[in-house]
T-cell receptor
Framework: EAGVAQSPRYKIIEKRQSVAFWCNPI?????LYWYQQILGQGPKLLIQ????????DSQLPKDRFSAERLKGVDSTLKIQPAKLEDSAVYLC??????????????FGEGSRLTVL | AQKVTQAQTEISVVEKEDVTLDCVYE???????LFWYKQPPSGELVFLIR??????QNEISGRYSWNFQKSTSSFNFTITASQVVDSAVYFC???????????????FGKGTHLIIQP
């Protein structure tokens, strides 16, 4: 079974530029998450989708970050314009979840962003 | 608000020693889930265990064991006879049930960097 796919693995941009990350979850997984992991810290949830609807985006900096999952499968996370503090690894995860329970999250390898 | 605290930033032991990683959590919910993940140098997060709030039984899986105590809001992880391959960052995480009935995103601690020296 294929795991969670993410691209690109690495990206270097200058501040004020834009960047987009792509995630394809495990087939059949209804829930998709984007996490931000700054060096030396634990992952922080940015946004959670259930199918193509947003469940939680309370920690997403909406003035510069956006995410979509139009067909309920793959997802794109965009940052525009990027700031130095956005340098981090962006992790995508998916889960096969039924209502009322929490299943295991499967993580991709992440996309490492460096903002200069 | 939920919170996970891993007070140990880094632990270094010699191979074959036992080591315990501490995790303390805060939540207002009575139903929640606790997790441990391993993050090796490659960066991918690897699931180790999930425990729900109603199951306080300790669990053992090979050299790994987990001690869940609701009275102290702790979910500690012990590696017995550590090996060099155990070197990684270990994260404890908490999830509360989403009010809408689905899964909630995980709140992670800051992680403990475990170094096993040969």
């Amino acid at each position: 079974e294929a795991g969670v796919a993410q691209s690109p693995r690495y990206k270097i941009i200058e501040k004020r530029q834009s960047v987009a990350f792509w995630c394809n979850p495990i087939s059949g997984h209804a829930t998709l998450y984007w996490y931000q992991q700054i060096l030396g810290q634990g992952p922080k949830l940015l946004i959670q989708f259930q199918n193509n609807g947003v469940v939680d985006d309370s920690q997403l900096p909406k003035d510069r970050f956006s995410a979509e999952r139009l067909k309920g499968v793959d997802s794109t996370l965009k940052i525009q314009p990027a700031k130095l503090e956005d340098s981090a690894v962006y992790l995508c995860a998916s889960s096969l979840v039924v209502a009322g329970s929490t299943g295991e999250l499967f993580f991709g390898e992440g996309s490492r962003l460096t903002v200069l | 608000a939920q919170k996970v605290t891993q007070a140990q930033t880094e632990i270094s032991v010699v191979e074959k020693e036992d080591v315990t990683l501490d995790c303390v959590y805060e939540t207002r919910d009575t139903t929640y889930y606790l997790f441990w993940y391993k993050q090796p140098p490659s960066g991918e997060l690897v699931f180790l265990i999930r425990r729900n709030s109603f199951d306080e039984q300790n669990e053992i899986s090979g050299r790994y064991s987990w001690n869940f105590q609701k009275s102290t809001s702790s979910f500690n992880f012990t590696i017995t006879a550590s090996q060099v391959v155990d070197s990684a960052v270990y994260f404890c995480a908490l999830s509360e049930l989403y009010s809408g009935g689905g899964a909630d995103g995980l709140t992670f601690g800051k992680g403990t960097h475990l170094i096993i020296q040969p």
